[in-house]
Nanobody, 114 residues
Framework: VQLQASGGGLVQAGGSLRLSCAAA????????MEWYRRAPGEQRELVGS???????NYADSVKGRFTISRDNVYRRLYLQLNNLQPEDTAVYYC?????????WGQGTQVTVSS
């Protein structure tokens, strides 16, 4: 299983980014997928998740600003980040637990300037 995240960058506060995570080596459509982030000096935290059926959950800190979606045909996971704030600066990771094993993407850096 391989997960490869991309789409990070530097944006000003109030801006938007769309992160993407390409999955390979797995039956993507049956997997619950998650996005995590790790801010400088902080522990990794769950941003949100999406089930195989498309149900989503979000951390309170991002509700109403971030949206998780998936494309099962192209085996891609997405994270739309809107109204970004400096406190959203972090490395963002895609994650799945598949066949009883945990898999992490390599992370993509999001930096928000004030």
């Amino acid at each position: 299983v391989q997960l490869q995240a991309s789409g990070g960058g530097l944006v000003q506060a109030g801006g938007s980014l769309r992160l993407s995570c390409a999955a390979a080596g797995m039956n993507f459509r049956i997997a619950t997928m998650e996005w995590y982030r790790r801010a400088p000096g902080e522990q990794r935290e769950l941003v949100g998740s999406i089930t195989s059926g498309g149900d989503t959950n979000y951390a309170d800190s991002v509700k109403g600003r971030f949206t998780i979606s998936r494309d099962n045909v192209y085996r891609r996971l997405y994270l739309q980040l809107n109204n970004l704030q400096p406190e959203d600066t972090a490395v963002y990771y895609c994650y799945t637990k598949y066949a009883s094993r945990q898999y992490w993407g390599q992370g993509t850096q999001v930096t928000v300037s004030s």
